[in-house]
Nanobody
Framework: QVQLVESGGGLVQAGGSLRLSCAAS????????ITWFRQAPEKEREFVAA????????HYADSVKGRFTISRDNAKNTVYLQLNSLKSEDTADYYC????????????WGQGTRVTVSS
């Protein structure tokens, strides 16, 4: 059974930091792109950051560039999203998803982890 399991969310003050984890299991993801999305209350889901399983490719939304860092630990089958200099507008449910490189369809999704930034 393929699973993506997010963790690490919580309540943090503006300017603070969190590290989110996306633990993958059930298959090899060597040909996959792992992407973090987020969805704030009453807003559409938006792209945050993506990384290839090899780590050779990363991409960020402009709104988080310079504040968030995506990385992976292949030995632990885990992708991380380091959130620094958090703002109230970063408050959202954060999801990781996996898509085959070159595909626009995401085959696997996690259940999400909530990040709440208090101002």
């Amino acid at each position: 059974q393929v699973q993506l399991v997010e963790s690490g969310g919580g309540l943090v003050q503006a300017g603070g930091s969190l590290r989110l984890s996306c633990a993958a299991s059930g298959r090899t993801f060597s040909s996959y792109l792992i992407t973090w999305f987020r969805q704030a209350p009453e807003k559409e889901r938006e792209f945050v950051a993506a990384i290839s399983w090899s780590g050779s490719y990363t991409h960020y939304a402009d709104s988080v560039k310079g504040r968030f860092t995506i990385s992976r630990d292949n030995a632990k089958n885990t992708v991380y999203l380091q959130l620094n200099s958090l703002k109230s507008e970063d408050t959202a449910d954060y999801y990781c998803a996996a898509a085959r490189i070159g595909s626009s369809e995401y085959d696997y999704w996690g259940q999400g982890t909530r990040v709440t930034v208090s101002s």
